[in-house]
């Protein structure tokens, strides 16, 4: 069987009370003089003495109850002539007892329950022969047990915020780090298409270059050959970088992230690819904040994949960069004519997404889409604080 420690606890301190409380009523009470007329103890003394002491056990459970209930045998003693320090200690235990379990109303209750059945005792009895500085000892004591109680349930309530709030913090970082690992999967993701659309898109035009000229110009073949080994070695080197952040028993290489100052070999490996662009730089160039240099490079790198893919044949594309003061204006445009709607017009490619998410994180203005007068236009407009 399983017992309840706290039950058996405050049952053996009721037994413990009992049984001081009936050696103390066997002594003279000190709050009366000898002359005072005290009843000498006897048997009936004894039992009230005694049953005092049972309601101690139920201090955890009914602190109040208890309390009351220990209250009336100390009023019997009183009021047929034993006096009241026998008792006390009962009543004591269970004001404590009210103070430390209960809230501040009934806690305030139990204090007034003690004294004033205190005050009818020394009315109603032998304890009208005490001095007044007695009263007073007592009423001190009585507020002191109280006010323990108290702050051993004020101290108590305290730890138990301290235990809350620290859960409270356990739980929001641990919802920051879900949140965090969110924003990198998703930061990891868009990396990844990036990388492999535009190696990839650039891989199967020179295939297809490749494949058209392999019998007429073996030596041109060769070259779109060689450039395609080139551009695959870069895509494996770009994904090995991006993926080994997720791996954990090994240290990704770190490397600087591209940038505008990066177009430029861009340009000219969508040139070798097929694609006829012009790279625009106007404006005092200036050092940018890392994530908009990666945002920017990122916008062109997807608008020129794009136009290479479903511009058409012919199509030329010119790729635009103003640094004006407080603002970075990037812009690609083709006047290509076939394919436009499968591109990012469409609005249901990642690509779209990721420019979409990347320049709205840095609190830019994003254009997509046809010219009025033909082909297709992808633009951003990046505001910089500050200056940078």
């Known amino acids: 069987m399983r017992i309840d420690r706290t039950r058996l606890h405050d049952s053996v301190l009721a037994a413990v009370v009992a049984v001081v409380s009936v050696v103390l ?23 009230l003495v005694a049953v005092a002491g049972v309601p101690v056990a139920f ?16 009023l019997l003693l009183t009021a047929t002539g034993y006096g009241a320090g026998v008792p006390g200690l ?12 209960r809230g501040l109303a009934m806690a305030l209750g139990g204090l007034l329950v003690s004294l004033s059945a205190y005050a009818l005792g020394a009315l109603a009895g032998p304890l009208r022969a ?83 000229v392999l019998a007429a110009d073996p030596g041109l073949a060769g070259e779109a050959l060689s450039a395609i080994e080139h551009t695959g070695r ?33 340009v000219e490996q969508m040139r070798e690819a097929g694609l006829p ?30 136009s290479l893919r479903h511009a058409g044949a012919g199509a030329r594309a010119v790729v635009t960069v103003r640094h004006e003061p407080r603002e970075l204006d990037v812009r ?30 840095y609190g830019g203005i994003l254009n997509i889409g046809p010219l009025p007068g033909g082909g297709f236009e992808v633009r951003a407009r990046f505001p910089l604080k500050d200056g940078q």
């Open 234 to 266: 870069t895509a494996m080197a770009e994904m090995r970088t991006i993926v080994g952040v997720l791996r954990a028993d090994a240290r990704a290489e770190l490397g600087p992230q591209p940038g505008v100052r990066d177009l430029p070999a861009l």
């Open 332 to 361: 690609v445009v083709d006047d290509g004519t076939g394919g436009a709607a499968e591109g990012p017009s469409s609005g249901q490619g990642h690509g779209l997404v990721g420019i979409r998410e990347r320049v709205a994180l």
């Open 130 to 212: 005490a001095a007044w500085t007695d009263h007073v000892a007592v009423v001190i004591l009585v507020a002191a047990v109280w006010g323990a109680g108290r702050s051993l349930r004020l101290r108590r309530a305290y730890l138990e915020e301290l235990k809350d709030r620290a859960a409270r913090l356990e739980r929001a970082h641990a919802a920051d780090t879900r949140a965090a690992r969110a924003e990198e999967r998703s930061r990891i993701a868009r990396e990844l298409h990036d990388v492999v659309a535009h190696h990839v898109s650039v891989m199967v035009v020179q295939a297809a270059a490749a494949r058209r």
């Open 59 to 74: 201090r955890r459970r009914r602190p109040l109850t208890a309390l009351c209930a220990a209250l009336v045998p100390g």
């Open 90 to 101: 009962a009543g004591l235990v269970l004001l404590y007892s009210v103070a430390s379990h």
């Open 25 to 47: 009523h066997t002594l003279d009470d000190p709050l009366i003089p000898a002359s005072g007329g005290l009843r000498p103890p006897d048997g009936v003394g004894v039992a």
């Open 277 to 306: 662009v012009r790279l625009l730089v106007e404006g005092e160039p200036r050092a940018l904040p890392a994530g908009v240099d990666l945002a920017a490079y990122r916008l062109v790198q997807e608008g020129l994949t794009n």
